[in-house]
């Protein structure tokens, strides 16, 4: 399942821009660009976005308020660069916020790091302290360098894991190791966020598990 995003910005260049990185990147779902609070409250209503990226300045409406009135994930991207609207918008909700203009590679790390965020946070079952601390520094950064973070056979799992869904045992066979290690990796990458958890249920005995790489 893909995390649907939409997003908000008056500015068709730059919307278009936005919306193809989100389109491009892997696991998320872009969908079509509104430019204006109203289109967006009807866009929320009818598609159910996951997440939104809003501009601040919007022709009919506060891009701010509207984040704090959607009740849906959020980040910001605007060229308000002054500290209060800054603060407004993390007190309205925003995740984050994002200074236009800005290179791609820093939406698509938020994108990245949002989908770790969703994947430890976005179940029912409940989260203790140290869990729930280490998905918010996924998502702020938490100083990470996501390239140095993962050791080789990691950055292997997770490219095998490009290929598509596995199992353990898929994975070890992908990536020419022991089941053991895969299985090892697999949960220290699943606890990270990196990578998601499927169960697969058959007719008997225990349901397998199943891993997806997560973000891009």
Do not use: C, W
Not at 59 to 85: I, K, M, Q
């Amino acid at each position: 399942m893909t995390i649907r995003v939409l997003v908000v910005d008056d500015d068709f260049r730059v919307a278009g821009l936005h919306h193809g990185i989100v389109a491009a990147h892997s696991g998320f779902t872009a969908l079509d660009p509104v430019r204006s609070v109203g289109d967006a409250v009807s866009a929320i209503r009818a598609h159910r976005p996951e997440l939104l990226l809003v501009d601040v300045y919007l022709p009919d409406g506060d891009g701010v308020e509207l984040v704090r009135s959607a009740d849906t994930d959020a980040f910001v991207l605007s060229a308000a660069d002054d500290p209060a609207t800054m603060r407004r918008a993390l007190r309205a909700g925003a995740l984050g916020y994002l200074v236009k203009p800005f290179e791609a590679r820093l939406l698509e790390d938020r994108l990245d790091r949002y989908a770790r965020f969703r994947n430890l946070v976005g179940g029912d079952r409940a989260l203790g302290q140290e869990e729930f601390d280490r998905a918010l520094a996924i998502l702020h950064g938490g100083g990470e360098q996501p390239s140095a973070s993962r050791s080789a056979t990691e950055q292997l799992i997770l490219e095998k894991l490009g290929e598509g869904e596995a199992s353990a045992l898929e994975v070890a066979e992908r990536a020419g190791i022991s089941r053991a290690t895969a299985q090892r990796h697999l949960s220290t990458l699943a606890a990270r966020g990196f990578v998601e958890v499927r169960l697969r249920y058959g007719t008997t005995g225990r349901p397998e598990h199943r891993y997806l790489a997560v973000g891009g």
